[in-house]
């Protein structure tokens, strides 16, 4: 197995806000918490993965195959709620047995899944996904269309929203129609009414016509959000062949006047991050990879379950420095297991990592 790095600062004051809940801690509890919290809504997709069992093998040459429940913002929705935080899921499933799992994926989780809808007409969406033997990543989607992408915005609980202290989205939502007009009108009532827009892009390429179609589409609507998380892949695509690695080159072509935070993942070394005031770099602790699916996502809960209760902590470097060692370590623990939700990490879990790495 190779070594996953994820940044990590050094030891700290951050006083993180506390749970009662504990690995063994029943949903309902977890519900109950999660309730005096600050509400993160996720908007987006939710669809089932289907892995082979076999490890580095291609989709073809899988002799079986093993199903985890998926969806980038999904997995956020759920990696929060799994941190004692608040959490509640905006997208459609299909009328079926796959869509029943994935709502009651939520609901064990102590997600709020009253934002989920059930679509007569289409299927929940399926994603063969496998790591080849020379570690390359092989996708195969099944959404012609599939019930997500026929979300209205007529269909989308705008109460909810409301609701919210931050609204995270990614952009695979955006390919399609009714369900980008959904979402452009989602993020448009989390706007006004005073939420945190939290963006956290998927390249997800064979999903769209081309890398232009993509680059287009993601950046359609780049310049709305407060907090963007973004890897160098994906900035690769953006900034369109310049250094991925460039501060100066980052400023200039990803950093836009409304945004407070910009964070950029870089796998093995950390990651970046950038504000209007300051920027720095968090290198990386080590870990045992089994599968990085949903270590982004993973990221990204962890630093939204403190940024809801701490929502100007892009202004204080160091305490987001102390955020960011949180959320690295939930995107460490994940990638130590395999499937993502199945991997998502609690609270007690991370601080015990943490601890672990800060007493040494």
Known sequence: MTSCCFSVSRRGSFKLVKSSSSDSGSSKHRKREAEKRPLVV????????LVPTAARVSLADAAAYKRFPAGATGNVAVGISRLGGSAAFIGKVGNDEFGYMLSDILKQNGVDNSGLLFDDDARTALAFYALK????????????????????????????????????YGSVSLINEPCRSAHLAAMSVAKVSGCILSYAPNLALPLWPSKEAARKGIMSI????????????????LIEGDDPYDDAVIMKKLHHYNLKL???????????????EFKGWVAGFEVEEIDTTGASDSFVGGLLSIVAAHNHIYKDEKKLRYALDFANACGALTVTG???????????????????????
């Open 262 to 276: 910009l964070l950029v993942t870089e796998g093995a070394r950390g990651c970046r991050y950038y504000t209007k």
């Open 133 to 168: 033997s020379n570690g390359e990543p092989e996708f195969m989607f099944y959404r012609n269309p599939s019930a997500d992408v026929l979300l209205r915005p007529d269909e989308v609980d705008m109460n909810l929203i409301k609701k919210a202290t931050v609204f995270h």
């Open 338 to 360: 395999k499937g993502a939700i199945p991997s998502l990490p609690t609270k007690h879990a991370v601080l015990r990592v943490m601890f672990s790495y800060f007493s040494s």
């Open 42 to 49: 996720c908007f987006g997709e939710m669809m089932i993965n």
């Open 222 to 237: 780049w310049n709305y959000a407060d907090i963007i998380k973004v890897s160098v892949n994906e900035i690769r695509l």
